[in-house]
């Protein structure tokens, strides 16, 4: 595979996301402290520091990107800017002491009003002391700070944490080379893309398929989205009617929930860009995620994402199916305006 820069890489693993941060940068609406939450691929690291670079870019390009030729993007790119910190454990765990360290080096230029960038990386391994420290920090800022929060797994973070930062889900893009091999063992076209998030095996594909559970699956979680999206409460009917009884156990209620993720996932991907229906998880509901990418604002759809991939933990918390379905419904149509 060929290098390619960073821009070209969030762009490719994060176009949603690079978007509407590159907007709030450029509309000065930039918020104090962010966790981004994303698992070894989704490119969470590559975001943060082309935030880092938008903010200090001398030579903004006129889609509003950093240009990554300037010294400033040069030096974050090396990991060598005084204003770009960046922490990350040193062994398992982020110490107390390099969070000191972190604050000593704010505080030195706090006066001049500089404005100044935190990365901390795997910030689910930091001791209790450093997440303390950490803390206060982020709760009385000195100057103009921006702190970026990153981990692979929001689940292990402490609370006050997670109060206290922007939570920004980071997405799996759906490798298209599944859809190729789904394709070759006679998948419909209709149900490849949202297979290939499901699954990265294509005998676990063929297994989904079997007896139609993936096409019943479709179209009882289509229809949900349908009812959420005109503001029916009976979308919350829908989940006890043809939501539950597609799972008669653990994985499938999980997968159940992976595709409810997918469905908004598919609105989100076409606030941004034009997508085909080939490439949307559920393409026989395509006018109605299309109609809701242009009604729903971005804050909106990352709080409605939000709360849909938080379900996959509280299933793993023994939560009961149903019961995490019909609250995530509720606040659903609390968010979508009628
Ligand atoms: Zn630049």
Redesign the pocket.
Known sequence: MTEDSLVARVKRLQPQLLAHFMTLISENRLAHAYLFNGADGTGRQDLARLIA?RLF???VTPEGL?????S??RRIMAGDHPDVVTVVPDGQRIKVDQVRYLKSEFSKSAVEGNQKIFIVDQVDRMTTGAANSLLKFIEEPVGNTVALLLTANKNLLLPTILSRTQIVDLLRVAPTALSDELAKVGVVPSQRYLLSTLTESVATAQELIENDWLKTAQQNVGQWLQACAAGDERAFVRVQTELVPLASNRDQQGLVLDMVVQAWHDVLRQQTQVVADSELAFPQVAKVSRELAQRLSVDQLVAILTLTLATRGQLTGNLNFQGILEALTLKILGQVPR
């Open positions: 670079m870019c001398q030579n950093p240009c990554e030729t300037c400033e993007c």
